[in-house]
Structure formats: C-alpha cells, structure tokens
C-alpha cells in the first residue's frame, strides 16, 4: 500500500539521505522501525486512546510538511489508514529524528569534545541543509538531557549485597 506520511522538512531529509533509506518511495517491511511505527499508529489504536487521554494525544500539526512517499509490503486495511493516524507517524518519525541527532551528538561529543561539530557531523554524514535554527533547538534539547541524567543519583555496590 502506497501512503503519503506528512513530516517536517529536516526529518524528511534525514529519511531520505544515502545514509538511511535514499530516494523516496520507501520501501517499508513490517519488521522495521518505519514499518512497526506504521502498524501501531496507522491502525485504530490513537484514535481510541484519545477519548481517555484527551488533548494529551493529539497529533501535532506540522507546519509546511513535506510529504514521504512510503510503499509497505505488509497489507494494511484501508478504513484505518486515515489522515490523523498518519499525522501520529509523522510526529513519530520527528521524534526519531530527535532522539537520532541527540544520541549522535553525544557520542561525538564524547570522544571529540565538541557539540556544535557533533551537530555539523550529523548535518553532514546524512547530507542534510544546515538549518541554524534546528540546531539551537537540538542543542538546548542536548543541554536539558544532560543536565537531567547528570543530576540522576547513582547506585553504589554495597547497595546491591545484601
């Protein structure tokens, strides 16, 4: 089946660098991450769990999407394949994305000590525009991970024997 899943800009250049998937349509198979992502959200169950969760689960509108082209090679019923859910995937994959630069940033951080290189790199690698403003955000959303997990009380050893 044939959907158009509507992302940011940024994430739709993420998906679709050599690094990843390449040139759109993607092929999607049900044991991937896309393909997983797909089968959870562009079925029933978002629309259901809004009706306890409220606005809580809303999707979130995405300014100027950029739509990818996926083609899946699982079947899909097609009354449950509808706009909101696909718009769950999308702020899924953005999520991805996220997490993806997050995570990379770090690692080269680590081992180079620099994180405004980690977010040239990562631009780079996965041959995306550089987008100042994305980059802030990534960079504040870096600092208030690490300050979380930097303030996390750790476990000595003698807690452990008993």
């Known amino acids: 089946m044939k959907l158009l899943i509507p992302v940011e800009p940024h994430v739709f250049e993420f998906l679709t660098s050599p690094e990843l998937h390449g040139p759109p349509p993607l ?10 992502l797909i089968i959870m959200l562009a079925s029933k169950g978002p629309t259901e769990l809004s009706k306890f969760y409220e ?9 100027n999407p950029k739509w990818l082209e996926v083609v899946t090679e699982f079947p899909l019923r097609e009354e449950f394949v509808m ?7 999308g702020n899924a ?8 630069a997050l995570f990379f940033t770090m690692g080269y951080m680590r081992r180079n000590g620099s994180e405004r290189g980690g977010f040239f790199e990562f ?10 403003d994305k980059q802030e955000a990534l960079r504040a959303m870096s600092k208030r991970f690490r300050a979380k997990t930097r303030n996390l009380p750790t476990q000595k050893a003698s807690q452990f024997s008993q």
């Open 27 to 36: 092929s999607v198979r049900k044991d991937s991450m896309i393909g997983l």
């Open 55 to 63: 606005d809580r689960l809303d999707p979130r509108e995405i300014e």
């Open 83 to 89: 706009e909101d859910n696909l718009l769950y995937v």
């Open 93 to 100: 994959l953005s999520m991805l994305f996220d997490t993806n």
């Open 123 to 132: 631009y780079r690698r996965f041959a995306m525009q550089d987008d100042p």
